[in-house]
């Protein structure tokens, strides 16, 4: 499985933004698709996850940071897996990295691929 994300930029405070996950690999619909990210001098964290395509359901979580605010969510057409992200913050400037994991989770540990990153920078 590869993935790509994409979408990053310098926003304002309550500004919104998009990012976008490419997934790639003939099993990439089995694995359940999360979105972290890391401040500087912070531990990568948890953000949100969505259960794999071969789920019964889009079961979706979010940290309590982002949650009524982010939204996770699948193309299954596309391949592709989204963090739309509304009233933004400064304390959601970090990197901000996609993942792929067979468990449905919020622990770093548990996910096997991941992409390589992309830049959220927030000004207040």
């Known amino acids: 499985v590869q993935l790509q994300a994409s979408g990053g930029g310098l926003v304002q405070a309550g500004d919104s933004l998009r990012l976008s996950c490419a997934v790639s690999?003939?099993?990439?619909?089995?694995?359940?698709m999360g979105w972290f990210r890391q401040a500087p001098g912070k531990q990568r964290e948890f953000v949100a996850v969505i259960r794999s395509s071969s789920g019964w359901d889009s079961m979706t979580s979010y940290a309590d940071s982002v949650k009524g605010r982010f939204t996770i969510s699948r193309d299954n057409a596309k391949n592709t897996v989204t963090l739309q992200m509304n009233s933004l913050k400064p304390e959601d400037t970090a990197v901000y990295y996609c993942?792929?994991?067979?468990?449905?989770?919020?622990?770093?540990?548990?996910?096997?691929?991941w992409g390589q990153g992309t830049q959220v920078t927030v000004s207040s």
């Open positions: 993942a792929a994991s067979r468990i449905y989770s919020y622990a770093t540990s548990t996910y096997d691929y």
């Open positions: 690999g003939r099993t990439a619909s089995t694995y359940h």
